[in-house]
């Protein structure tokens, strides 16, 4: 993870790396739900596109198992992405 714009002006940009993976947000609650994480080496978090709704269609869902790059912002334990690519599988 690293910061690609910061002043105290602007909100704080991240550059994640990391694969897509189904996961269960708010385990062992009544408010659980299944959501697509962005994992990386360090934690994982909740992924969406920045510019669409929570409760609507996520594009990450055709890409759950890829590797991607992405970046964005981490807002409320949902990192929402400005951008992303897929990067090729290690092989």
Same mark, same amino acid.
């Given at each position: 993870?690293?910061?690609l714009h910061h002043n105290k002006h602007s909100p704080e940009y991240l550059e994640l790396t990391g694969k897509l993976e189904l996961r269960? !947000?708010?385990a062992n609650t009544k408010r &659980? !739900? &299944?959501g697509i994480y962005i994992v990386t080496e360090r934690a994982a978090y909740l992924i969406r596109p920045a510019h669409m709704p929570a409760n609507g269609n996520n594009? !990450?869902?055709a890409l759950l198992g890829n590797?991607?790059?992405a970046t964005?912002?981490?807002k409320n334990e949902v990192f929402l992405a400005e951008g992303w690519d897929t990067l090729p599988a290690e092989g």
């Open positions: 993870m690293k910061a269960t !947000f708010y &659980s !739900f &299944s594009p !990450f869902q590797v991607i790059k964005g912002q981490l």
